[in-house]
Protein backbone atom coordinates (compact mmCIF):
# COMPACT_ATOMS: atom_id res chain seq x y z
CA UNK A 1 0.00 0.00 0.00
CA UNK A 2 3.18 2.23 0.51
CA UNK A 3 4.58 1.59 -2.79
CA UNK A 4 4.96 3.95 -5.98
CA UNK A 5 5.73 2.03 -8.81
CA UNK A 6 7.62 4.35 -11.44
CA UNK A 7 8.25 3.41 -15.20
CA UNK A 8 9.53 3.00 -17.71
CA UNK A 9 13.07 2.80 -16.03
CA UNK A 10 14.64 4.26 -19.15
CA UNK A 11 13.89 6.53 -21.74
CA UNK A 12 15.40 7.65 -25.30
CA UNK A 13 13.92 10.28 -27.54
CA UNK A 14 15.15 13.19 -29.73
CA UNK A 15 15.47 16.63 -29.25
CA UNK A 16 11.99 18.36 -29.44
CA UNK A 17 10.09 14.88 -28.40
CA UNK A 18 7.39 14.43 -25.62
CA UNK A 19 8.90 12.13 -22.93
CA UNK A 20 5.75 10.62 -20.82
CA UNK A 21 6.99 9.31 -17.40
CA UNK A 22 4.46 7.64 -15.21
CA UNK A 23 3.57 6.72 -11.51
CA UNK A 24 1.53 4.90 -9.77
CA UNK A 25 0.08 4.94 -6.08
CA UNK A 26 -1.75 2.88 -3.80
CA UNK A 27 -2.44 4.94 -0.84
CA UNK A 28 -5.24 7.01 -1.65
CA UNK A 29 -4.74 8.75 1.62
CA UNK A 30 -1.46 10.71 -0.17
CA UNK A 31 -2.15 14.14 -1.08
CA UNK A 32 1.03 15.27 -2.51
CA UNK A 33 3.16 14.71 -6.11
CA UNK A 34 6.30 16.11 -6.27
CA UNK A 35 8.61 14.82 -8.98
CA UNK A 36 12.41 15.30 -8.60
CA UNK A 37 15.17 15.70 -10.97
CA UNK A 38 18.73 14.18 -10.54
CA UNK A 39 21.85 14.89 -12.66
CA UNK A 40 24.69 12.25 -12.16
CA UNK A 41 26.68 13.00 -8.71
CA UNK A 42 24.16 15.69 -7.70
CA UNK A 43 21.39 15.57 -5.06
CA UNK A 44 17.80 15.97 -6.60
CA UNK A 45 15.92 18.59 -7.27
CA UNK A 46 12.28 19.48 -6.78
CA UNK A 47 10.90 19.62 -10.33
CA UNK A 48 7.32 20.51 -9.93
CA UNK A 49 4.56 19.46 -7.61
CA UNK A 50 0.75 18.53 -7.80
CA UNK A 51 -1.97 17.69 -5.40
CA UNK A 52 -5.15 15.96 -6.31
CA UNK A 53 -7.65 18.94 -6.52
CA UNK A 54 -6.23 19.52 -9.90
CA UNK A 55 -5.55 17.40 -12.26
CA UNK A 56 -2.89 18.93 -14.59
CA UNK A 57 -0.23 21.23 -13.54
CA UNK A 58 2.09 23.05 -15.87
CA UNK A 59 5.36 25.20 -15.03
CA UNK A 60 7.38 26.49 -18.23
CA UNK A 61 8.09 22.84 -20.41
CA UNK A 62 7.25 20.17 -17.26
CA UNK A 63 3.55 19.03 -16.81
CA UNK A 64 2.14 17.13 -14.14
CA UNK A 65 -0.94 15.16 -15.10
CA UNK A 66 -2.88 13.62 -12.56
CA UNK A 67 -5.58 10.70 -12.35
CA UNK A 68 -6.95 10.26 -8.61
CA UNK A 69 -9.79 7.69 -9.87
CA UNK A 70 -7.09 5.59 -11.34
CA UNK A 71 -4.09 6.50 -8.19
CA UNK A 72 -1.98 8.10 -11.60
CA UNK A 73 0.31 10.88 -12.35
CA UNK A 74 2.88 11.25 -15.06
CA UNK A 75 5.45 13.86 -16.19
CA UNK A 76 5.44 15.16 -19.22
CA UNK A 77 8.73 17.24 -20.82
CA UNK A 78 7.53 19.47 -23.97
CA UNK A 79 10.13 19.81 -26.38
CA UNK A 80 12.99 18.44 -24.70
CA UNK A 81 16.40 19.52 -24.59
CA UNK A 82 19.53 17.77 -23.97
CA UNK A 83 19.81 19.31 -21.27
CA UNK A 84 17.46 17.46 -19.90
CA UNK A 85 18.89 13.93 -19.71
CA UNK A 86 18.98 12.95 -15.74
CA UNK A 87 16.94 10.41 -13.74
CA UNK A 88 13.55 11.79 -12.54
CA UNK A 89 11.88 10.26 -9.69
CA UNK A 90 8.04 10.33 -8.67
CA UNK A 91 7.21 11.02 -5.16
CA UNK A 92 4.22 10.82 -3.32
CA UNK A 93 3.29 11.72 0.56
CA UNK A 94 1.22 13.91 2.85
CA UNK A 95 -2.12 13.17 4.33
CA UNK A 96 -1.33 12.05 7.74
CA UNK A 97 1.77 13.71 10.02
CA UNK A 98 4.79 11.50 10.54
CA UNK A 99 5.12 10.45 7.20
CA UNK A 100 7.66 10.92 4.95
CA UNK A 101 7.58 10.97 0.45
CA UNK A 102 7.52 7.57 -0.59
CA UNK A 103 9.95 7.49 -3.88
CA UNK A 104 9.61 5.66 -7.33
CA UNK A 105 12.51 4.05 -8.33
CA UNK A 106 13.38 6.73 -10.81
CA UNK A 107 13.34 7.00 -14.91
CA UNK A 108 16.94 7.78 -16.58
CA UNK A 109 15.86 10.01 -19.36
CA UNK A 110 18.42 10.68 -22.24
CA UNK A 111 17.71 12.89 -25.13
CA UNK A 112 19.76 12.70 -28.15
CA UNK A 113 20.57 16.01 -30.10
CA UNK B 1 22.91 31.37 0.98
CA UNK B 2 20.24 29.13 2.24
CA UNK B 3 20.58 25.33 1.59
CA UNK B 4 21.45 21.96 2.81
CA UNK B 5 24.64 21.16 3.33
CA UNK B 6 26.64 17.43 3.27
CA UNK B 7 29.96 16.85 4.08
CA UNK B 8 32.43 15.17 3.07
CA UNK B 9 31.75 14.85 -0.52
CA UNK B 10 33.89 11.80 -0.77
CA UNK B 11 34.46 9.17 1.85
CA UNK B 12 36.49 6.21 2.12
CA UNK B 13 36.74 4.38 5.03
CA UNK B 14 38.35 0.49 5.60
CA UNK B 15 35.61 -2.24 6.59
CA UNK B 16 34.78 -2.14 10.39
CA UNK B 17 35.26 1.16 10.64
CA UNK B 18 32.11 3.42 12.07
CA UNK B 19 31.82 6.69 9.87
CA UNK B 20 29.73 9.76 10.62
CA UNK B 21 28.26 11.68 7.47
CA UNK B 22 27.29 15.83 8.11
CA UNK B 23 24.12 17.43 7.38
CA UNK B 24 23.69 20.92 7.90
CA UNK B 25 20.81 22.99 6.91
CA UNK B 26 19.82 26.71 7.29
CA UNK B 27 16.45 26.77 6.01
CA UNK B 28 14.78 26.65 9.59
CA UNK B 29 13.36 23.32 8.77
CA UNK B 30 11.97 21.22 11.35
CA UNK B 31 11.85 17.87 9.53
CA UNK B 32 15.25 16.13 7.90
CA UNK B 33 15.72 12.98 5.96
CA UNK B 34 18.48 10.34 5.48
CA UNK B 35 17.89 8.38 1.84
CA UNK B 36 20.55 5.75 0.67
CA UNK B 37 20.93 5.74 -3.48
CA UNK B 38 22.00 2.48 -5.06
CA UNK B 39 21.70 2.31 -8.86
CA UNK B 40 18.45 0.96 -10.10
CA UNK B 41 17.27 1.35 -6.70
CA UNK B 42 15.74 5.06 -6.63
CA UNK B 43 15.85 6.81 -2.71
CA UNK B 44 15.49 4.23 0.15
CA UNK B 45 14.66 5.79 3.26
CA UNK B 46 16.96 5.74 6.46
CA UNK B 47 15.56 7.79 9.12
CA UNK B 48 13.64 10.93 9.41
CA UNK B 49 13.47 13.18 12.49
CA UNK B 50 10.34 15.76 12.83
CA UNK B 51 11.77 17.76 15.67
CA UNK B 52 14.75 18.18 17.72
CA UNK B 53 15.71 14.96 19.96
CA UNK B 54 12.83 12.84 18.02
CA UNK B 55 13.83 10.61 15.07
CA UNK B 56 12.21 7.51 13.73
CA UNK B 57 13.34 4.46 11.61
CA UNK B 58 12.80 4.39 7.88
CA UNK B 59 12.84 1.43 5.72
CA UNK B 60 16.12 0.82 5.89
CA UNK B 61 17.66 2.35 9.05
CA UNK B 62 19.53 -1.53 10.31
CA UNK B 63 23.65 -1.03 10.99
CA UNK B 64 22.92 3.12 10.62
CA UNK B 65 22.08 5.47 13.94
CA UNK B 66 21.18 9.02 13.98
CA UNK B 67 21.05 12.27 16.72
CA UNK B 68 18.85 15.53 16.08
CA UNK B 69 20.33 17.57 18.99
CA UNK B 70 19.83 20.82 16.80
CA UNK B 71 17.34 21.90 14.66
CA UNK B 72 19.68 22.52 11.62
CA UNK B 73 22.05 19.63 11.84
CA UNK B 74 21.20 15.74 11.44
CA UNK B 75 24.12 13.27 11.34
CA UNK B 76 24.64 9.68 10.31
CA UNK B 77 26.89 7.59 11.65
CA UNK B 78 27.28 4.28 9.52
CA UNK B 79 27.91 1.24 11.75
CA UNK B 80 30.10 -1.98 11.12
CA UNK B 81 26.90 -3.76 11.26
CA UNK B 82 25.69 -2.30 8.11
CA UNK B 83 27.07 -4.94 6.00
CA UNK B 84 26.98 -3.41 2.48
CA UNK B 85 27.67 0.86 3.39
CA UNK B 86 29.04 1.68 -0.40
CA UNK B 87 26.28 4.10 -1.75
CA UNK B 88 25.43 7.50 -2.22
CA UNK B 89 23.84 9.11 1.27
CA UNK B 90 21.37 12.26 0.77
CA UNK B 91 20.07 14.19 3.71
CA UNK B 92 17.21 16.07 2.90
CA UNK B 93 14.71 18.48 4.95
CA UNK B 94 11.29 19.92 4.80
CA UNK B 95 8.95 22.07 6.62
CA UNK B 96 6.89 19.24 7.95
CA UNK B 97 7.12 15.61 7.14
CA UNK B 98 3.78 15.11 5.63
CA UNK B 99 3.19 16.52 2.02
CA UNK B 100 5.66 19.61 1.84
CA UNK B 101 8.45 20.30 -0.40
CA UNK B 102 11.48 18.30 0.65
CA UNK B 103 14.74 19.71 -0.37
CA UNK B 104 17.75 17.98 -1.15
CA UNK B 105 22.09 18.41 -0.18
CA UNK B 106 24.49 17.13 -2.30
CA UNK B 107 24.87 14.02 -1.35
CA UNK B 108 27.87 11.81 -0.17
CA UNK B 109 29.43 9.30 -1.61
CA UNK B 110 30.65 7.02 0.49
CA UNK B 111 33.39 4.15 -0.07
CA UNK B 112 34.68 1.71 1.87
CA UNK B 113 36.67 -1.37 1.35
Known amino acids: QQQVKQSPQSLIVQKGGIPIINCAYE??????FPWYQQFPGKGPALLIA?????SEKKEGRFTISFNKSAKQFSLHIMDSQPGDSATYFC????????????FGKGTTLSVSS | DGGITQSPKYLFRKEGQNVTLSCEQN?????MYWYRQDPGQGLRLIYY???????QKGDIAEGYSVSREKKESFPLTVTSAQKNPTAFYLCASSTRTAGYEQYFGPGTRLTVT
Open chain 1, 27 to 32: NTAFDY
Open chain 2, 27 to 31: LNHDA
Open chain 2, 49 to 55: SQIVNDF
Open chain 1, 91 to 102: AAGGGQAGTALI
Open chain 1, 50 to 54: IRPDV
